[in-house]
Nanobody, 115 residues
Framework: VQLVESGGGLVQPGGSLTLSCEAS????????MRWFRQIPGKEREWVAI????????LYKDSVKGRFTVSRDNAKNTVYLRMSNLIPEDTGKYYC?????????WGQGTQVTVSL
């Protein structure tokens, strides 16, 4: 199983980025797919989830209305569309696939929000 994140980078406050998480070795339609982020010295925090059943989504309060998680089952890829970015969104973003006892992580992609 492999999860590969991409799309990170440096963006100014107010800008947008779309992160991608391409999965291989599993079908994302069978997994709850989550995005987490982490900055050095702090614990990894959950950001968003798109559930395997029904495609329901949930978000961390601080990103509600600015972030949108989606998936393309045909491409086996999950996306995190981030808009109106603020410096506090800076961190390394990780993709996670979870189902019962299965739990997989990607290597992360860095997002830096700065002037």
């Amino acid at each position: 199983v492999q999860l590969v994140e991409s799309g990170g980078g440096l963006v100014q406050p107010g800008g947008s980025l779309t992160l991608s998480c391409e999965a291989s070795g599993l079908s994302i339609s069978n997994y709850d797919m989550r995005w987490f982020r982490q900055i050095p010295g702090k614990e990894r925090e959950w950001v968003a989830i798109i559930m395997s059943i029904g495609g329901n989504t949930l978000y961390k309060d601080s990103v509600k209305g600015r972030f949108t998680v989606s998936r393309d089952n045909a491409k086996n890829t999950v996306y995190l569309r981030m808009s109106n970015l603020i410096p506090e969104d800076t961190g390394k973003y990780y993709c996670n696939a979870g189902r019962r006892l299965d739990n997989y992580w990607g290597q992360g992609t860095q997002v830096t929000v700065s002037l």
